[in-house]
């Protein structure tokens, strides 16, 4: 039996719509099931407890989620009068800072580094689970058991987009192991790597928690959130270069009173916030901790009562305030003991120790020092070095509530070794206790800002362009995304002429500026400051006027 096939344009589009439809239901499938997100091992033990998804997006400027610019309209009433959209074609580079051209997005932004941005399943009960090709498991809370263990011979990563929850125990080869998140990592359990751990926490609002123990060559704790410390870090060795620890966040970091980081070698340890770093009592207390050597950069620095520790060496530095309370007890065994910030605060009892054979205390205070009861400050060297002060004190003002000891004595002679304690000003200075030395009152005592690196910064300026003389010029900022903490100011600077255009940019006022009478060439300054994970993105700039 034969039959005709009757085809007429509309029967032919429907067909063809259904088809495509059909085409496009199977090959969503098909990449959903080839994506690997919801495939995760039973024999792992990892369980995935299923959570409705908040529809948070992460605040990383480079979320590929973001909608595309809009190309402005061709029509004459909408088209601007002069438009930057950074492309290679247009755009004369003239950038300062850590400002970055993305040629290939057409954009203008900072520097920053990358962080992953974990995504999960809605839904994620499978009974056929597996590992993806990448090695990585994904799902909305991937939880490990504490009854349970899950070993991998090279590398995984574990990405949840709520929560990573480790309360047995984790092995892992050479490869290492990737934990991230947007909201929660908690690690009660144990993580043993032969590779590097590396922990990453998305949301400003996040928190990574250490209550267990992990064994690494190198650890990484990175991101937004906040960092709780106060478990077991053991930092093993590796031939090819030291093991080291980094916290890097926006957060705050509390360094808890159970706090054990123990390595058979020499260890370096970095801490990056732009909040407070916190020390509980007995924090450093560790068989290895004259081992570690300490690098610490905060907005606030907080010692709390009756804290002490042995260090290799310590250099911490704070964009505000160091606060060391009552009792504070630091002994410092390698060269460098260095304490810089605007104001330093140290509490009665405060006793700073180097025993190191050509050691170095050095305490800046730029605004303020503030000393309380019997502090001691003491630097003992294999010999004297007149040139180089083994102590070096120095205060924009400095404030002595009461008795202060800065001494410096050879291990080999009798004759005090060179001390400088230096203010700009003084307010109620009590005796300072040192055999020949007085405080030196340095009115034109300068100081040089800390190079913090926690926020990034760059600038881009135009070419001078033609602008009518004596009308208003309006800004369009549709095509600029700013992650919350970062900043974007476009300002403009006009002139007579096109090689002499002023120095001094203006902000708009209300989204515009008024050109002078008198002037007919502008260049657009575009500034912006950004954070170590997130950086402002300018997409384009146009300008309209009469």
């Known amino acids: 039996m034969k039959g005709r096939l009757i085809c007429d344009t509309n029967s032919l589009s429907s067909v063809v719509s259904r088809a495509l439809d059909y085409i496009t239901e199977v090959m969503g499938k098909v990449a959903w099931l080839l994506s690997g997100r919801a495939w995760i091992s039973p024999y792992a033990m990892i369980l995935c407890a299923a959570c409705a998804s908040k529809g948070h997006e992460s605040p990383s400027p480079y979320n590929d989620a973001s909608p595309a610019p809009t190309a402005p309209d061709d029509s004459?009433?909408?088209?601007?009068?002069?438009?930057?959209?950074?492309?290679?074609?247009?755009?004369?580079?003239?950038?300062?800072?850590?400002?970055?051209?993305?040629?290939?997005?057409?954009?203008?932004?900072?520097?920053?580094?990358?962080?992953?941005?974990?995504?999960?399943?809605?839904?994620?009960h499978l009974e056929t689970p597996l590992v993806d090709e990448a090695g990585r498991m994904s799902g909305d809370i991937l939880q490990l058991a504490a009854e349970q263990t899950f070993s991998?011979?090279?590398?995984?990563?574990?990405?949840?987009?709520?929560?990573?929850?480790?309360?047995?125990?984790?092995?892992?080869?050479?490869?290492?192991?990737?934990?991230?998140?947007?909201?929660?990592?908690?690690?009660?359990?144990?993580i043993e790597s032969a590779g590097p751990i590396e922990?990453?926490?998305?949301?400003?609002?996040?928190?990574?928690?250490?209550?267990?123990?992990?064994?690494?060559?190198?650890?990484?704790?990175l991101g937004r959130g906040r960092i709780q410390m106060n478990g077991t870090i053991t930092l093993s060795p590796q031939q090819a270069q030291a093991p080291s620890l980094i916290l890097d966040t926006y957060g705050d970091i509390?360094?808890?009173?159970?706090?054990?980081?123990?390595?058979?070698?020499?260890?370096?340890?970095?801490?990056?916030?732009?909040?407070?770093?916190q020390f509980a009592p007995n924090a450093l207390q560790t068989p290895s901790s004259p081992r570690l050597h300490w690098s610490v950069e905060a907005k606030l620095i907080h010692m709390l009562n009756n804290f002490s520790g042995q260090l290799g060496s310590f250099h911490?530095?704070?964009?505000?305030?160091?606060?060391?309370?009552?009792?504070?007890?630091?002994?410092?065994?390698?060269?460098?003991?260095?304490?810089?910030?605007p104001y330093i605060n140290l509490g009665s009892s405060t006793a700073f120790t180097n025993l190191h054979p050509a050691p170095r205390v050095y305490l800046e205070a730029r605004n303020q020092l503030v000393v309380g009861q019997?502090?001691?400050?003491?630097?003992?060297?294999?010999?004297?070095?007149?040139?180089?002060?083994?102590?070096?004190?120095?205060?924009?003002?400095?404030?002595?509530?009461?008795?202060?000891?800065?001494?410096?004595?050879?291990?080999?002679?009798?004759?005090e070794c060179s001390t400088r304690v230096a203010a700009q000003d003084l307010n109620g200075l009590a005796p300072i206790i040192t055999p020949n030395m007085d405080i030196q009152l340095e009115p034109d005592l300068s100081f040089d800002p800390p190079l913090l690196n926690t926020r990034t910064y760059g600038q881009w300026r135009s070419e001078p362009f033609q602008v009518p003389a004596g009308t208003y010029v309006n800004l369009d900022p549709a095509s600029i995304t700013v992650p919350f903490g970062t900043r974007v100011q476009v300002s403009m600077a006009t002139s007579n002429n096109s090689s002499s255009v002023a120095e001094d940019f203006?902000?708009?006022?209300?989204?515009?500026?008024?050109?002078?009478?008198?002037?007919?060439?502008?260049?657009?300054?575009?500034e912006l400051d950004g954070l170590r994970y997130d950086a402002p993105i300018v997409d384009q700039i146009s300008l309209t006027w009469p």
């Open 76 to 124: 004459a009433d909408s088209s601007p009068n002069w438009l930057e959209s950074f492309d290679q074609r247009n755009t004369s580079t003239k950038l300062r800072g850590q400002a970055e051209l993305d040629s290939n997005r057409g954009v203008l932004t900072l520097e920053t580094s990358a962080i992953p941005n974990p995504e999960g399943e809605e839904l994620i």
């Open 199 to 221: 922990v990453y926490i998305t949301e400003p609002t996040g928190a990574v928690s250490i209550r267990g123990s992990i064994q690494s060559p190198y650890i990484s704790i």
């Open 316 to 341: 911490m530095t704070a964009e505000e305030t160091i606060q060391f309370e009552n009792n504070t007890k630091l002994e410092v065994l390698g060269s460098q003991f260095v304490i810089v910030g």
């Open 506 to 526: 203006l902000n708009p006022d209300d989204g515009m500026w008024q050109i002078p009478d008198d002037h007919s060439w502008a260049v657009i300054s575009i």
């Open 152 to 190: 991998i011979p090279d590398g995984i990563e574990l990405h949840g987009q709520t929560a990573v929850i480790i309360e047995g125990s984790v092995q892992v080869g050479e490869g290492g192991i990737q934990i991230a998140a947007r909201e929660t990592v908690r690690i009660e359990g144990t």
């Open 374 to 415: 019997n502090v001691n400050i003491t630097a003992i060297p294999s010999e004297c070095n007149k040139a180089s002060p083994s102590i070096q004190v120095l205060a924009g003002l400095y404030s002595g509530e009461g008795t202060a000891f800065f001494t410096t004595t050879s291990t080999v002679s009798t004759e």
């Open 254 to 277: 509390e360094l808890g009173p159970d706090l054990r980081i123990e390595t058979e070698g020499e260890a370096e340890i970095q801490i990056q916030t732009a909040g407070q770093v």
